[in-house]
């Protein structure tokens, strides 16, 4: 079988996100959360990492397209989901599974009843996404520590996702200071 490696243009994602039925108001935060991508790709790029511009321009504007189903915790998953359906890159999918809080754990996914499955982010671009997601409310840019107020006191401030998204935020503050 051969390995789906197809990445949509930005033009084709946001096609893709009105055909699933995603709702304006999400495609406005995907768009947003485009503009930080780029803008963190950027200037991850010049501090001499290789990244993949149309693999992160994808992946931040296709990430929450799994809300045209549910905009519960699970919606990363569903959204993988549609993006296999689509027969759209292996890497794009991991980008949209991957990028809910500051990932989530492979113990944490089983209690959340996903599964056994490991949904931290773990390559460049799907932190680079991750992060810009963060950085966003709606489409309006935030300050990190917005969002990780937000989480600390939807789960409490000693849930790992907490120290997730604090790891998150250390590994692209030792790359852009």
């Known amino acids: 079988m051969r390995r789906k490696t197809r990445i949509p243009d930005e033009e084709e994602c946001l096609k893709i996100l009105r055909e699933e039925g ?18 963190l790709t950027d200037r991850i ?21 799994g809300r045209s189903v549910t905009h519960d915790v ?5 959204g ?3 993006i296999r359906r689509r027969q759209l890159d292996e890497r794009l999918a991991r ?31 799907e932190k680079i996404v991750c992060y810009a997601d963060k950085l966003v409310d709606g489409d309006r840019r935030i300050d990190f520590q917005e969002t990780l107020k937000y989480f600390a006191e939807k789960l409490g401030a000693e849930h790992p996702a907490i ?11 030792e790359i852009l200071n």
């Not at 001499?48 to 693999?55: A, E, N, P, R």
């Not at 990028?99 to 996914?109: F, K, L, Q």
């Open 95 to 125: 980008i949209v599974e991957r990028h809910v809080g500051g990932g989530i754990s492979r113990e944490e996914a089983e209690k959340l009843g996903l599964g056994p499955l490991n949904l931290v982010p773990e390559t460049i671009e």
């Open 22 to 39: 995603v709702a304006d108001n999400v495609i406005k935060h995907a768009i947003r959360v485009l503009g930080v991508a780029k803008e």
């Open 80 to 82: 993988g989901r549609i």
């Open 45 to 65: 790029r010049l501090k001499g990492y290789v990244v993949d511009d149309k693999l992160v321009a994808a992946g931040a504007l296709l990430h929450d397209i």
């Open 163 to 173: 120290k997730r998204l604090e790891e998150l935020d250390k590994f692209f503050q």
């Open 74 to 78: 699970s919606h990363g998953l569903v």
